[in-house]
């Protein structure tokens, strides 16, 4: 059975920084592109980084130069650095996985997902 575990969230200050970690179990995915998201109340599921399995990363506008994804396949996880961090920044944070190396922004494109995992940046 296939299983993607987030950590790493919390509650952090403006300004501060976060690292969340998703590990996953059940297969291998270093041949597939790895993605996190995340989600404010209200709102829909937004792509934030993603990274292919040749290691070609890509990022949303807002979160450019501020954060950093990164892997390792030897663990089967995948990092979001996250530095610099605004209020509105705040979400559940979701780690997903889908085959191929296109780095999709669309949540429906991805196969396997994560729990989640709460990032709260107060003012």
Known sequence: QVQMVES????????GSLRLSC?????TFS?????????????EREFVAGINRSGYTNYADSVKGR????RDNAKNTV???MNSLKPEDTAVYYCGA??????????KEYDYWGQGTQVTVSS
């Open 67 to 70: 954060f950093t994804i990164s």
């Open 8 to 15: 790493g969230g919390g509650l952090v200050q403006a300004g």
């Open 98 to 107: 889908r085959g191929g190396s296109f780095l999709s922004h669309e949540p």
């Open 79 to 81: 990092y979001l650095q």
């Open 23 to 27: 590990a996953a179990s059940g297969r």
């Open 31 to 43: 041949t597939y592109s790895r993605g996190w998201f995340r989600q404010a109340p209200g709102k």
